[in-house]
């Protein structure tokens, strides 16, 4: 299993990075509205917990509760999504898809460009100036917080007296928690009324208009709802890696990965992007050039051995040295390859088609079946 799955260092970017892809969804999978631009408020969570962190932010101290900031970076990124929303909204199709991408592409420039935010904002990161780690838990009760990050320092030893934890599996469990609350506010959101108007929206905006819903207001408040859990993951983004950059979260291609994400899960799934960034994650470290921490060359290094892998295949091109021409390192070559099947054979994605089998939600299938045979 440790060939095909990432490290627990990576799943906390899955974790993290799904949680921006759901958000993603939200607005795009549930109203059709693809909202190209969305890596704004990913970008706006992040930076927002790391001026804080550094005192930047008037009326916040640097030892603000990080739980605190990420609710205060969603908020942040509502009110921008209302104002993106307000103007982007009066478009469709693909006239409101351009519009949300130049509106982040401004903030992408203005970031890059604004000395306040770091020494070098062009080039280098706007880097955490607090040494201690940021911690996920109950803000005021120290016992029921756990510190996050890269540099969280010591691990948990003893955790309720059995379990022991290292620094990197403390932050996948706390992330994780985070992302998991995250997503099941989201999924009680789409199953409400407000919810079902916004599918209404989707399927036939025309006649949910006619039937007498104003979905100016209503898409404008999804776009809000979906900014704010985008923050959030630019939120978990910062406390763990400690350090930001416009690339990493205001580039206009880390929505396309969020984009892809919800293709290869499925659209207007909710969970889909988490597992088509899972499925993303597992495919680049596999084939990773390093061939550390599992991957195809070591397996295959395990179980072949050495004098396999100098064998000659042709022209003195050994073994080895063709996995290294055709596969290793070649990741983003093979997952371009596989986005496009995923368009052209399972355009419903990994969860979408998944649902399509078992006739709806996974869960209430599994449920159906259990009560069904217990009855």
């Not at 892809?21 to 607005?27: H, K, N, P």
């Not at 307000?86 to 604004?114: C, E, K, N, P």
């Not at 999924?187 to 039937?211: D, K, M």
């Amino acid at each position: 299993m440790e060939t095909l799955l990432p490290r627990v260092e990576t799943m906390v970017v899955v974790f993290y990075f799904g949680l921006f892809a759901m958000s993603f969804d939200f607005i795009s999978g549930y109203t059709g509205y693809l909202s190209f631009g969305h890596a704004a408020f990913y970008g706006a969570g992040a930076y927002f917990v790391v001026l804080a962190s550094n005192g930047k932010v008037p009326a916040l101290g640097p030892n603000t509760s990080f739980v605190a900031l990420l609710v205060l970076a969603g908020l942040v990124a509502v009110v921008l999504a209302l104002l993106i929303g307000a103007v982007s909204f009066r478009l469709s199709g693909v006239y409101f898809a351009m519009i949300t991408l130049g509106f982040s592409q401004v903030l992408y420039v203005f970031v890059r460009d604004w000395d306040f935010v770091g020494s070098n904002p062009r080039d280098g990161p706007a880097v955490l100036e607090r040494t201690d780690p940021f911690s996920i838990g109950v803000p005021g009760v120290d016992s029921l917080n756990l510190a996050i990050g890269q540099l969280a320092g010591d691990s948990v030893e003893g955790f309720l007296g059995v379990l022991n934890f290292s620094t990197a599996e403390v932050s996948y469990y706390m992330v994780g928690l985070v992302v998991l609350v995250c997503y099941f506010v989201m999924q009680r959101i789409i199953h409400s009324p407000f919810g079902r108007v916004l599918i209404a929206i989707r399927e036939n905006e025309e006649r949910a208009e006619a039937v007498g819903y104003n979905t100016f207001w209503y898409k404008l408040g999804a776009f809000a709802v979906s900014a704010f859990f985008a923050a959030i993951a630019g939120g978990l983004f910062a406390g763990f890696q400690r350090s930001v950059s416009p690339e990493e979260t205001f580039y206009f291609l880390v929505t396309g990965d969020a984009l892809l994400a919800s293709i290869i899960g499925g659209f207007a799934t909710l969970a889909g992007p988490l597992y088509g960034w899972l499925f993303d994650e597992t495919i680049t470290e596999f084939l990773s050039k390093r061939g550390e921490g599992g991957g195809l060359l070591p397996y295959l290094r395990d179980h072949l051995g050495e004098g396999t892998l100098s064998i000659e295949i042709f022209n003195g091109l050994t073994v080895q040295e063709a996995i290294d021409t055709f596969l290793n390192g070649h990741a983003e070559l093979y997952i371009g390859v596989l986005f496009v099947l995923f368009v052209l054979f399972v355009p419903n994605g990994l969860l979408g088609t998944v649902r399509d089998r078992v006739g709806g939600p996974i869960g209430k299938a599994v449920a159906d079946r259990i009560w069904g045979e217990n009855r």
